[in-house]
């Protein structure tokens, strides 16, 4: 079960249950250690007392028999009144045993209720001592043999009260032990938390990176043993910077090298376009696949000089006060032949966002063009408000894209692993790519999910919050 368990629970979890348990076994060993010499001593002091007492007694009975015996005849001679005249404490029961009778101060506490094997040694001649239970209680008794006399004297104590105490003191060690266990809990909550900083730090680190920021590092620790750590993982960082720099130079200096060649291809081919009517039709068909081709790779080059821009940090926003119905509504306009319709919420009437215009016009474009190219064309573009962000949702009425696809469709040259098996598609896997970091600029985020409608097909939304990039959302 522990093996089962553990794993599951994260480090700090364990930390704290193994402090815990800690606690809790030691306070359990000084609890039964406490208990058990605690019984011991009281035990020992109340026999050792009851002994005490009852040899005294015994020597007191022995100086008032004779004189009793020799008024045996008499007719008012009752051992009863000698068990009376012997002083014992509250709650002492005395027992007087002569030539095979006995009597009792305490009627409810007869000769005939001490331990048979007790009665037996003492009445041999040997004093002794035993506990026993009589009617669900514990008892003390001590017998002592009448020097002279076949008989014995016997003195029976209640072990209750010491039954008491004992049990108030364990019911106090289990509340120690429960307060132990949870202090110790606490102490391993603390030491986990204080163990495990600069994990989270290293943790919070690696998502940076993960987000883009490259400069980041982690401070150099003195520790011994975070030391190595920290050092690894600031060269793992200015190793994966320093790469992803070269990819980045070296794409830019290839888009930048391809420009010249392809402005060059498509003023030829522009030439061409102008004595469209005199070629021949095979060499109309060849240079409508040529305008095709140029067209998209013109537009691969300039995707990726915007990957190169964002990887080189030098990508900006030029913000301006936007209206947000307006701009999706001439982006819809400008990016698609189809009519798709735009539903705006009432509540984003006059709404003001300052915002990149050319670049969420991108974005809007994207969307559509991707919605065409995998989603069977754009059914609805719906814009809304939730609280301080605006929502820019665009619907298709595709396949849909698995959830296992969802996240990595954003990364580059990505097009998901249903996507991967169609023909007839001529994208690269950039255009979502570009997506997320313009979003990401402007400070908010994009995904992906099922039509809210139930129906086939995905919807891709951008959230922009209250507070774009540097801008925030007013009312106009």
């Known amino acids: 079960?522990?093996?089962?368990?553990?794993?599951?629970?994260?480090?700090?979890?364990?930390?704290?249950?193994?402090?815990?348990?800690?606690?809790?076994?030691?306070?359990?060993?000084?609890?039964?250690?406490?208990?058990?010499?605690?019984?011991?001593?009281?035990?020992?002091?109340?026999?050792?007392?009851?002994?005490?007492?009852?040899?005294?007694?015994?020597?007191?009975?022995?100086?008032?028999?004779?004189?009793?015996t020799a008024q045996a005849n008499a007719p008012t001679f009752d051992p009863t009144d000698l068990l009376a005249s012997i002083p014992t404490p509250t709650g002492s029961r005395p027992v007087l045993v002569l030539d095979g009778r006995g009597w009792a101060r305490n009627p409810e506490f007869s000769y005939e209720s001490l331990p048979e094997a007790l009665r037996d040694k003492v009445l041999g001649g040997e004093a002794a001592l035993m506990r026993f239970d009589h009617e669900g209680s514990t008892f003390l008794a001590v017998g002592v043999p009448l020097s002279g006399f076949d008989g014995a004297y016997f003195e029976v104590v209640s072990l209750a009260e010491l039954e008491s105490t004992l049990e108030s003191?364990?019911?106090?060690?289990?509340?120690?032990?429960?307060?132990?266990?949870?202090?110790?809990?606490?102490?391993?909550?603390?030491?986990?938390?204080?163990?495990?900083?600069?994990?989270?730090?290293?943790?919070?680190?690696?998502?940076?990176?993960?987000?883009?920021?490259?400069?980041?590092?982690v401070e150099s620790s003195d520790d011994a043993d975070l030391a190595p750590i920290a050092d690894?993982?600031?060269e793992m960082a200015s190793a994966l910077e320093e790469r992803i720099q070269r990819d980045a130079q070296f794409a830019s200096n290839v888009s930048h090298e391809l420009r010249s060649p392809l402005m060059t291809l498509a003023a030829s081919i522009e030439v061409l376009e102008n004595q469209?009517?005199?070629?021949?039709?095979?060499?109309?068909?060849?240079?409508?696949?040529?305008?095709?081709?140029?067209?998209?790779?013109q537009q691969l080059v300039e995707d990726l000089l915007e990957i190169s821009r964002f990887d080189a940090g030098v990508m900006h926003l030029d913000l301006e006060d936007v209206r947000v119905d307006e701009l999706v509504i001439q982006a819809v306009t400008s990016s698609t032949d189809?009519?798709?319709?735009?539903?705006?919420?009432?509540?984003?009437?006059?709404?003001?966002?300052?915002?990149?215009?050319?670049?969420?016009?991108?974005?809007?474009?994207?969307?559509?063009?991707?919605?065409?190219?995998?989603?069977?064309?754009?059914?609805?573009?719906?814009?809304?408000?939730?609280?301080?962000?605006?929502?820019?949702?665009?619907?298709?009425?595709?396949?849909?894209?698995?959830?296992?696809?969802?996240?990595?469709?954003?990364?580059?040259?990505?097009?998901?692993?249903?996507?991967?098996?169609?023909?007839?598609?001529?994208?690269?896997?950039?255009?979502?790519?570009?997506?997320?970091?313009?979003?990401?600029?402007?400070?908010?985020?994009?995904?992906?999910?099922?039509?809210?409608?139930?129906?086939?097909?995905?919807?891709?939304?951008?959230?922009?919050?209250?507070?774009?990039?540097?801008?925030?959302?007013?009312?106009?």
Not at 433 to 445: F, N, P
């Open 338 to 476: 189809v009519d798709v319709p735009v539903d705006i919420d009432s509540d984003l009437a006059g709404v003001v966002v300052k915002a990149d215009k050319r670049r969420l016009s991108r974005v809007i474009a994207n969307l559509l063009d991707n919605a065409a190219k995998y989603g069977e064309g754009a059914t609805r573009v719906e814009l809304r408000k939730v609280g301080d962000a605006v929502l820019i949702a665009v619907e298709d009425d595709g396949p849909g894209v698995p959830p296992e696809d969802r996240e990595i469709i954003f990364y580059r040259f990505n097009r998901g692993t249903s996507a991967g098996h169609r023909r007839g598609i001529d994208g690269v896997g950039l255009g979502l790519s570009l997506v997320a970091e313009h979003i990401r600029l402007h400070g908010g985020s994009v995904w992906v999910e099922d039509r809210p409608d139930g129906k086939r097909g995905a919807r891709f939304v951008i959230k922009l919050p209250a507070e774009a990039a540097e801008g925030a959302v007013v009312e106009a």
């Open 1 to 68: 079960m522990t093996r089962l368990l553990l794993p599951k629970m994260g480090l700090r979890a364990r930390i704290t249950i193994a402090f815990a348990v800690g606690a809790l076994l030691m306070s359990a060993v000084l609890a039964v250690a406490t208990l058990g010499l605690t019984r011991q001593n009281l035990l020992d002091q109340r026999e050792s007392s009851a002994t005490a007492r009852t040899y005294q007694n015994a020597r007191t009975a022995e100086a008032m028999l004779p004189q009793q």
């Open 232 to 234: 690894s993982f600031n």
């Open 169 to 217: 003191i364990g019911i106090s060690l289990l509340a120690a032990a429960i307060l132990t266990t949870l202090a110790g809990a606490a102490v391993g909550w603390w030491a986990a938390r204080r163990v495990l900083r600069p994990l989270r730090n290293i943790s919070e680190a690696a998502h940076a990176l993960a987000t883009g920021r490259l400069e980041t590092r």
């Open 276 to 297: 469209r009517d005199d070629l021949p039709e095979r060499s109309r068909a060849a240079l409508d696949l040529m305008v095709a081709d140029i067209t998209r790779f």
